[in-house]
C-alpha cells in the first residue's frame, strides 16, 4: 500500500518536472576534483531489453576515475563482479577530451561518443553513449553513485530520465555481494 502510495507521488512529481534535466557538462569543463574517484555503476537504461544482456553478466561494478597528470586524459579502472563465478574482474579505460569539441572519446572504439551529465550535489553522474556505426550500434544512458545504495527516488527519478531520452529499458545491477575493492 505505502509503496503504491510512493509510486503514484514519483509519478504526480515526475508528471510536473516533465524532462527538464539540463545539467550536460562537456568533458573539458568536468571539475576533476569534484568528479574523479570512487564511483559505483548502480544501473543502464537502453533503447531495446537486448542491449542490456550483457550487462546482467555484472553483479555490481566500481570504478575509479582519474585526471592523468598533464595532459587532456582520463583514465577509468573497474573492477567488476561477475554474476555467474562472483569473482572481480579489472578492466580500464583511457578517455582523451578533444581539444577542438571538448567531448569525451574513448581510446579504441573510435565511433563511440560520450556524453556526461551530473548533478549539482555531486552524488551520481552519468554517461550517455552512443554509437551509430560500427559493429554495434546502441545509445545507453549509464548511472554511477558515490553511494553503492540507490534510493526509491533516485531509481525513479533515473527512469524518467532515461525515459525523456527515449531510452524506456533499464537495468538495475543485483549487488548481491558487496563491491569488489578498487
Ligand atoms: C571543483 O571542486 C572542488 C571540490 O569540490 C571545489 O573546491 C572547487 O571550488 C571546484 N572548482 C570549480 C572551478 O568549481
Ligand atoms: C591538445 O592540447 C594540449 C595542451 O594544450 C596539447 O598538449 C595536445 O598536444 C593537444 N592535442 C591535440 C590532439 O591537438
Ligand atoms: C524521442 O522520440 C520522440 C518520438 O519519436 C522524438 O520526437 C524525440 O525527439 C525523441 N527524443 C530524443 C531525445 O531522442
Known sequence: MLQELWKIFFYLVFL??????GEKVTAGNLNRTQYSGKWF?????????????KFSAMDSAAFLL???KDTQMLQLKAEMRLSQSMQCMFRHWTYHISNET???TLEGQPYLKTEIFVKKDNECIMFLETQDKGSETFRRLMLYGRSP???????QEFEHRAECMNLSDIFVLKQSRAPCEI
Open 66 to 68: 582519474a585526471p592523468v
Open 41 to 53: 555503476f548502480l544501473a543502464v537504461a537502453a533503447e531495446s531489453k537486448d542491449s542490456l544482456v
Open 16 to 21: 510536473f518536472r516533465q524532462c527538464k534535466y
Open 102 to 104: 571538448q567531448e569525451l
Open 149 to 155: 545504495t540507490m534510493s526509491e527516488y533516485g531509481r
